[in-house]
C-alpha cells in the first residue's frame, strides 16, 4: 500500500533536483554573460603599460625549445669553449676591452662611476654567451676581471666604484650593516686581490693609449 507514495516521494525528489539543476545552469549562463560583458568593457580599455611599449609577455622561449633544434645548429654556449684555463682567457678580456672603442666606452662607464663589479659581469657574461669560456671558468675570472678593471681605472686616474653603493654615506651603522647583509645575502663581499691578474698583463695596461690619443677629454 506505500508503494504509491514512495513512488510519489521519489517523483518529487526527482523533480526538485531537475529544478535545482535547471536553477544553477541558469546561474551559471548569467555569470558567463557577466564575463563576456566585462571581458568586453576591459577591451574597450585603454592598453595597459606593456602593450604601450609594444611589449607580448608571452612572447618567450618555448620550454624545451633548445632540445628540439638541430645538434648542427648549437648555440655557441652548448660547444666547447675557445679557453679552458684562465691566463689565455683573461688575456682575451684584456685584448678585448683595449681596443679603442671599448676602451674609450669603458673609460667613460668608469668615469660615470658605474660600479667595477657590473661591468665585469656584462664582460664575463658576454664571453661565455659568445663561448670563449664555459660557466665554471667565467666564474673563476671574476676576481681577476675585476681587478683588470680596477688597474685601468688607476692607470687614466679615475676613482673606481668596486661595489654599488659603497661611497653611500649611512648615519646609523647598524642599518649600514642591514643593508649590506640584504644585498649580499649575509655574505661578506669578496676583497680584490691584485696577484689574481698576471704581473705581465698589469705591464700592458701601463701601455695603453693616453686620454688624448683616445681623443677623451678630461
Keep these: ?79 666547447a669553449p675557445r679557453f679552458t684555463e684562465m691566463k689565455p682567457a683573461i688575456e682575451e678580456i684584456f685584448l678585448t ?32 654567451t659568445s663561448g670563449a669560456f664555459n660557466m665554471d671558468l667565467m666564474l673563476m675570472l671574476v676576481e681577476p676581471t675585476m681587478y683588470l678593471l680596477i688597474a685601468i681605472a688607476e692607470e687614466y686616474e679615475i676613482e673606481p666604484v668596486i661595489y654599488e653603493g659603497q661611497d653611500e654615506e649611512l648615519i646609523d651603522e647598524e642599518d649600514y650593516r642591514k643593508e649590506k647583509d640584504r644585498q649580499t645575502l649575509g655574505k661578506e663581499l669578496p676583497e680584490v686581490r691584485k696577484d689574481s691578474v698576471p704581473e705581465s698583463l698589469l705591464q700592458r695596461v701601463k701601455t695603453l693609449p693616453e686620454k688624448e690619443e683616445l681623443g677623451i677629454e678630461e
Design 97 to 128: 676591452i683595449s681596443e679603442r672603442e671599448p676602451l674609450i666606452e669603458l673609460i667613460g662607464l668608469l668615469q660615470n662611476g658605474m660600479p667595477v663589479d657590473e661591468i665585469a659581469q656584462v664582460i664575463l657574461y658576454k664571453g661565455m
Design 1 to 79: 500500500m506505500r508503494q504509491p507514495q514512495e513512488q510519489s516521494e521519489k517523483e518529487q525528489k526527482r523533480g526538485n533536483s531537475l529544478w535545482s539543476n535547471q536553477k544553477g545552469l541558469q546561474r551559471k549562463q548569467g555569470h558567463i554573460e557577466e564575463w563576456d560583458k566585462n571581458m568586453v568593457e576591459v577591451n574597450k580599455q585603454e592598453p595597459n603599460e606593456l602593450e604601450k611599449r609594444g611589449i607580448n609577455p608571452f612572447n618567450n622561449p618555448t620550454p624545451g625549445e633548445g632540445l628540439t633544434r638541430s645538434p648542427d645548429e648549437k648555440f655557441p654556449w652548448e660547444q
